[in-house]
């Protein structure tokens, strides 16, 4: 059984960790470690356009800081997957563990399976409420 009184809090902490995971991945080792011309060459040097580096980036950073501020979690959620799918796909000829050379595909995989729990969850406890649509717009009035 879900207890409810804790359940939100549970999904704010997922979403905070989701969201510090993907700004420490992208800012500090994409951006300052291997700055964005080096992530833009290895990219290039796998077989991928460059321009994947700067979208990953981009999207790493947006869903970690939406993620963190509880923006649309479970688009957000959704729509980072694609990313971890990619590193999936790099990952996965180096086997299983992602302290194997090269690393592994389970922590990516991990990451898909947490960003999809979120998705289920939605936000949480203390989660900004940014409605897209009109209906959901309208909702938001009508409870307040």
């Known amino acids: 059984m ?16 989701l969201g510090l995971m993907f700004l420490a991945h992208s800012l500090v080792l994409k951006v ?19 321009s994947f580096a700067y979208l990953t980036i981009l999207a790493e950073v947006v869903g970690g800081i939406a993620l963190i501020l509880g923006i649309q979690v479970r688009l957000v959620a959704l729509g980072v997957l694609p990313v971890l799918i990619g590193a ?12 194997n050379e090269g690393g592994g595909w389970e922590y990516p995989v991990f990451l898909i399976v947490a960003l999809g729990v979120q998705a289920l ?16 717009r309208a909702a938001q009035k009508a409870s307040a």
């Open 121 to 136: 969850l939605g936000a949480g406890a203390h989660a900004v409420n940014l409605p897209l649509t009109a209906s959901q």
């Open 32 to 50: 300052i470690v291997f700055t964005v011309p080096g992530t833009v060459g290895f990219y290039e040097s796998i077989g991928l356009p460059g």
């Open 88 to 99: 999936v796909w790099f990952h996965s000829g180096n086997g299983w563990v992602f302290s």
């Open 2 to 17: 879900i207890d409810s009184k804790t359940a939100p809090y549970a999904a704010l902490v997922l979403r905070v960790a």
